[in-house]
């Protein structure tokens, strides 16, 4: 390398300076990033801001896009830069991360106020507990902070790496006006050889991992539309089409009794699992005992897809599930109404070659040829992604092991996860960028509910990671 900096530099200065970075992180999840809640736009545009001192703090060149259209309309992508050194020879590397949050709903059930964030326990059971703390803002951080930790302790900007960093402000949101975004910046994110993301897990509590294959999603919104108004059940009831009713039977047909969907086609694009991989994922020790007995379930309410384990239904298995259903009278005591529409959530994990796209017109025409008499269907489409299922033999991801297992003292694992993460999949179909996701989430982070956390061990190895990451990127030629 061209300095004489290097990651155990980077390192020590993390471990002297860890309450300060935290402090950061703090000062971050206080900043209400909901970018689903129009309410709430003015407060994504600040967290957005926090990310570009951040990152121009530690030497990049950084600027805050506006998305949508017309522009500004969506929430900003905040996009910094890094040449690398004049003798970097390595990938270009792209940093994807988010840093808008899910809403926080129930508030009751949050033992502390959401965005005031707070530290917990006590040596390594500390942890940080706030909306955004594992996801994403807390995994960002990690890489935020050792790229300052590079520049801090004497190293240059990003290592010396080429580095683009995008930040996006719509994750949580559907990702609406990323696919333009990347199309409208195709040559310039097109110089990129490797994408990297920390917004995955652990395969547990001191096993690190590296996963290499998310899931697609397609997020959809129906509702079935029947009499005018709500009417008397009495005078209507077993007269006419209950929209409640049809819609719960309707739905109730998406899975025959293997618990197999049944729209057709559904499964073009599912690759067959292989006997390999289903040994090395038994080899793997996951406990599904005991991750059902963390949600409050006995060891029989293991049920899905015939013919697949726990593990591989999560995997291997796209699945259908209804989100949300209401319609009619949802308040205290009784009112006997037959309702004029009812409305379900609906939304589809997708794997492997699966189209999202597809998948949401297979289920729109699915619903119409179940329309009751006399009624009709309204028909939302809230985004999607495709899957990614990314090269597990390549230089980069050599690299990222070797950095992890030396930031951790253990060999990562090598995983896939059930989430979705939309931009792995466009990435690789738009610009043909593999994705190397190095989460340290842990399977009781509690992501997108009340007390959400993130434990600091956690994000220590992390951080440590990211700032071994580059100087591993150092060993390659691109």
Same mark, same amino acid.
């Given at each position: ?268 694009? =599912? ?5 390999? &991989?289903? /040994?090395?994922? *038994?080899?793997? %020790?996951?406990?599904?005992? #005991?991750? +059902? ?110 950095? =992890? ?5 253990? &060999?990562? /694992?090598?995983? *896939?996860?059930? %989430?979705?993460?939309?931009? #792995?999949? +466009? ?52």
């Amino acid at each position: 390398m061209a300095s004489t900096a290097n990651a155990a530099n980077a390192i020590q200065w993390l471990n002297d300076n860890e309450d300060a970075c935290i402090g950061r992180l703090m000062d971050w999840l206080k900043i209400p990033s909901i970018s689903t809640d129009p309410a709430y736009k003015a407060d994504v545009q600040t967290a957005a801001e926090f990310a570009r001192d951040h990152l121009a703090e530690s030497g990049l060149d950084v600027e805050i896009m506006p998305t949508g259209d017309p522009a500004g309309a969506g929430h900003p992508v905040v996009l910094a830069q890094c040449p690398g050194s004049p003798d970097y020879a390595g990938p270009h590397v792209l940093f994807y991360g988010h840093y808008d949050v899910q809403p926080v709903d129930p508030v009751d059930l949050w033992d502390n106020p959401p965005f005031e964030p707070v530290l917990q326990g006590e040596a390594d059971t500390r942890r940080i507990v706030a909306r955004g703390a594992c996801d994403d803002k807390g995994q960002v951080s990690m890489f935020l902070e050792a790229l300052r930790a590079w520049k801090e302790s004497g190293g240059p900007v990003a290592g010396g790496v080429r580095m683009t960093v995008l930040l996006e402000g719509e994750e949580e949101s559907g990702s609406v006006n990323l696919e333009r975004f990347v199309t409208q910046n195709a040559a310039m994110l097109g110089k990129c050889d490797v994408c990297v993301i920390s917004d995955t897990g652990m395969l547990r509590r001191g096993r690190p991992a590296i996963t290499y294959g998310v899931r697609g999603l397609a997020y959809t919104e129906v509702t079935l539309h029947g009499p005018s108004h709500d009417l008397h059940s009495g005078m209507w009831g077993g007269k006419i089409p209950n929209p409640i009713n049809e819609l719960s039977k309707i739905l109730a047909q998406l899975w025959d009794d293997d618990r197999k969907i049944t729209i057709p086609n559904f499964y073009d694009g =599912v690759r067959t699992l292989t006997a390999e &991989e289903r /040994a090395e994922w *038994k080899g793997l %020790g996951i406990d599904d005992e #005991a991750a +059902l007995k963390g949600i409050g379930f006995p060891p029989e309410a293991s049920v899905g897809e015939a013919g697949f384990s726990m593990t591989e239904r999560e995997w291997a298995r796209p699945t259908a599930e209804i989100n949300g259903i209401f319609g009619g009278y949802t308040g205290h005591g009784a009112k006997t109404v037959i309702p004029a529409h009812a409305t379900a959530k609906v939304s589809f994990r997708l794997v492997d070659d699966q189209d999202h796209v597809k998948i949401r017109d297979l289920f729109f025409a699915w619903l119409d040829e179940r329309t009751p008499p006399g009624c009709r269907w309204e028909k939302t489409d809230h985004g999607g992604g495709s899957p990614a299922t990314c090269a597990t033999d390549s230089a980069p991801l050599d690299a990222a092991r070797k950095a =992890v297992a030396q930031a951790c003292g253990i &060999e990562p /694992a090598m995983i *896939k996860t059930g %989430g979705s993460i939309p931009v #792995a999949g +466009l990435l690789k179909q738009d610009l043909g960028l593999e994705t190397i996701f190095m989460g340290y989430g842990l399977e009781d982070d509690r992501v997108h509910s009340p007390n959400e956390k993130f434990e600091i061990q956690c994000w220590r190895l992390g951080a440590h990671s990211h700032a071994q990451l580059l100087e591993q990127l150092w060993t390659i030629n691109a």
